[in-house]
């Protein structure tokens, strides 16, 4: 039975089966890329003769020739043979088209491109033109504003000439002003007042009154005369300067062109000062009301009813309230009546410190605010 078995297997099958088969490596990635590579150089090394094919002169074409045989006509059943024998040179029309040779053409592209471009060139000597004449206005510009410029150095030279008598007579008459910053100065943010033609004898305490009743007052000076000059003029110039705008207007609008010590005052805007953080005179009335009222001995210095001060229990200082618990029906019946009057403070430096403690209470929360009354409670800009 083995020996048929072994009989029926072909014997290619057991020269495999001996011998054995070896399967072929499969080529690494770098071999593949390699690979890759040297075809894509041949490609392009064959495009690029054939691109310099293209360039170069075509060779001459060959003229096919052949004798001419009969011609049979298959209707009339008879054979033509006044051509036989004679030489057929077949013209084709492709032929006429391809006589120029590649550098041909491309001599006609290049002119064609060169007819295309032409416009655009033509453009750009537009363009230059254009920068030119743009220059050369530019130039007569300059030169009109140099004619106008000598004209002006002219006239400001015969102006003075003309005019020494005519301010000599002004000047006489107190018409004319010529201390300087008399004239708005354009900022309009500035509180300093200009006084022109004030009195000599008035001093600065008459005017802080003067002025102070439409404001606090920043600063105030008198510009007392020094040279023989200015004290032959018979008049004196100074500065105000209010701590805000808003006052300065007020005050403008009530004393430009009022008589003082029977001068007539010229009021104007002068250049911006610095303004200090405490004014240098508040009117009493105002003083009064930018006060805070006395202790009431009520929460938050609550002012009671003028009808209700006689009822309101005395306390001493720092000293929780109410202490007598029998006091407590009184205060609950003066609250209702009484008045919290919150006064704007006059110290700057207090004023911004209350501003930032808002900006962070609002920011953080009332836990921050807790942390810094417990922490300055001895302090008493807190």
Request: charged share 30%; with cysteine.
């Amino acid at each position: 039975m083995t020996d048929k078995v072994l009989k029926n297997i072909p014997e290619q099958k057991l020269k495999a089966f001996s011998i054995g088969t070896m399967g072929k490596r499969q080529p690494s990635k770098r071999e593949i890329e390699e690979m890759k590579k040297k075809e894509q150089e041949k490609a392009a090394a064959q495009a690029f003769e054939e691109f310099v094919a293209t360039f170069q002169e075509a060779p001459a074409k060959t003229s096919k020739v052949w004798v001419k045989a009969g011609t049979y006509d298959a209707g009339k059943r008879q054979e033509d043979t006044r051509d036989r024998g004679k030489l057929y040179k077949p013209q084709s029309r492709v032929e006429l088209h391809s006589e120029k040779s590649s550098s041909d053409k491309a001599q006609e592209y290049a002119k064609l491109l060169g007819d295309r471009v032409k416009p655009d060139r033509s453009g750009k000597k537009r363009d230059k033109e254009k920068k030119k004449s743009n220059l050369e206005l530019f130039k007569e510009e300059l030169r009109m504003i140099q004619q106008e410029r000598e004209e002006r150095q002219k006239y400001k030279g015969m102006v003075p000439k003309v005019m020494p008598s005519l301010d000599s007579d002004l000047s006489k008459s107190g018409l004319l002003v010529d201390d300087k910053g008399s004239y708005d100065c354009g900022d309009p943010n500035t509180t300093n007042i200009y006084l022109g033609n004030i009195s000599p004898k008035i001093t600065e305490q008459q005017l802080m009154e003067v002025f102070g009743k439409y404001g606090p007052l920043a600063s105030i000076k008198i510009m007392w005369p020094r040279s023989d000059e200015e004290k032959s003029r018979g008049r004196n110039c100074g500065f105000v300067a209010f701590m805000s705008r808003k006052d300065g207007d007020r005050a403008m609008k009530a004393l430009n062109g009022k008589e003082i010590l029977s001068y007539e005052m010229k009021l104007g805007w002068g250049k911006g000062v610095p303004i200090p953080h405490f004014p240098i005179y508040v009117p009493p009335s105002l003083l009064a009301l930018t006060q805070p009222p006395p202790p009431s001995g009520l929460p938050f210095n609550a002012q009671p009813h003028p009808r209700d001060r006689n009822k309101v229990p005395r306390m001493k200082q720092n000293e929780p309230y109410p202490v007598n618990p029998d006091d407590m029906p009184k205060v609950e019946k003066i609250l209702p009546q009484a008045l919290v009057k919150v006064v704007m403070p006059t110290d700057r430096n207090l004023v911004m410190l209350i501003h930032h403690m808002v900006e962070y209470v609002i920011r953080e929360g009332p836990m921050f605010e807790a942390m810094i009354m417990n922490k300055e409670i001895n302090n008493p800009l807190f």
